[in-house]
């Protein structure tokens, strides 16, 4: 036969206050239990300031100078000159020949025609019609001959004149300051009139710009150089 035991009012209130606290703990346990401890101890990511640090331009470099010429540009010495005494016409021709090679600024191969040469020794005036080759380049003059029993005068003249590069350049250089580069529009040797446009040539200064400039020829081989 069991035994009953009779709570009391306190037994029954203390029994239901303990009951609670372990309801309380249960919940407070499984709040716990639900949340996420690595989300709640990374911090969130802070946004990256813009950086102000300047953009690195490309420097334009700067160029050599050419040396500019100190002594005048040389006389090219010709030789092969006839005896005083040699035939009229080969002194002549060998007189055009000679000039051309000085005007043009260097020696070269030069040969001189001129249909009729071989009667300017008779008295009177003549007048031919001559084609000069000068490094493979020809061009054409008219020579005047005045000849009489013992002496004659000639004169010969062309509208055209031959010229090498390289003379060309060394005048632009004597013009142009500052220049590291030297672009002429021509061939090593060139025929160009003397009373035309002239020749063309670009200058590149030291701080790399292109400057246009213009090189005039005479008939005596003079270059005079001007900024276009």
Known sequence: MGVRRKLSPE??????????LSAIAVFVL???????????STPAPSASAPSSAPIPTASTPSLTPLPTPSKP????????????????AERIQFAIAKQAQIAAGKTAATTVKCPGMSDVEKPGKHELTCTVTYGGKAYTGTLTVDAKTYTASYKFTSQSVAIVKAKVVDAVLRTAPDAAKVTCTMDDVAVVKHSGDGIACD???????VQPYKAQISGNGQVLVAKA
């Open 203 to 209: 200058v590149t200064t030291t701080a790399n710009a």
């Open 11 to 20: 037994r029954i209130r203390f029994g239901l206050t303990v009951f609670s």
């Open 73 to 88: 540009w040389p006389t090219p010495k010709v030789t092969g000159e006839p005896e005083n005494d040699a035939p009229l």
């Open 30 to 40: 499984t709040a716990c239990s639900d949340s996420d401890p690595e989300a709640a």
